[in-house]
């Protein structure tokens, strides 16, 4: 694969992992996010799995644990 291609895939992943974070409590669609990155589903999931290391669920699922086990110990909620 050329440099400038894998340039570009992972600008599209940053630009996806960045609206991720914004919207982590919204209902995120995979088929939103590839069209966010501008590459069909299933390219966009081989794409993103290749720069993460996680499927897009992994890495929701993830980022939703870690947030949840922030607000756990900087509050007193249970």
Do not use: C, W
Not at 19 to 30: G, R
């Amino acid at each position: 694969m050329k440099e400038t291609t894998k340039v570009e895939y992972l600008r599209r992943v940053q630009r996806v992992q960045s609206y991720i974070e914004k919207h982590l409590s919204d209902k995120l669609i995979p088929l939103e996010l590839s069209k966010l990155a501008n590459l069909s589903p299933h390219h966009f999931h081989r794409i993103f799995r290749g720069i993460t290391g996680e499927s897009i669920l992994e890495y929701v699922r993830r980022l939703k644990l870690e947030r949840s086990a922030r607000r756990l110990r900087t509050t007193e909620k249970k």
